[in-house]
């Protein structure tokens, strides 16, 4: 009975061993040469050291919650492209619809103005 089981473990111990070599690799290996331009603030759009509590554009994360709720949906369609010979009318017309609403909320979140950068 063990025996069957030792493929996932070898399995395991390789995942392991890249996730823990691989960065150690890239940490030897990479350049460390810091500059301004790489310490100035990128995406964030306020600086790294700074105090924790001052103000911030919210639109960062709203632009970024979107992203992350429109990528979640695409994801759903996956899996039904796979088994889409299998799932007949019924599941095609589902998927459609899916779809149809996918686009409506991203039509609506665009003509609301948030994805705007004012």
Do not use: H
């Amino acid at each position: 009975m063990p025996e069957n089981y030792y493929p996932i473990l070898i399995f395991a111990v390789v995942a392991l061993a890249f996730g823990v070599i691989l960065p150690i690799i890239g940490k030897l290996l990479s350049p460390s040469r810091p500059d301004p331009e790489k310490l100035s603030p990128y995406e964030c759009g306020f600086e790294a050291f700074e105090d924790a509590r001052m103000k911030f554009d919210v639109r960062y994360y709203l632009v970024a919650i979107l992203f992350i709720l429109f990528d979640l949906e695409t994801a759903w369609l996956v899996p039904g492209a796979v088994v889409f010979k299998d799932i007949g009318l019924p599941g095609a017309l589902a998927l459609g619809i899916f779809l149809l609403l996918l686009v409506v909320g991203f039509v609506y979140e665009w003509k609301k103005g948030a994805l705007d950068w004012d």
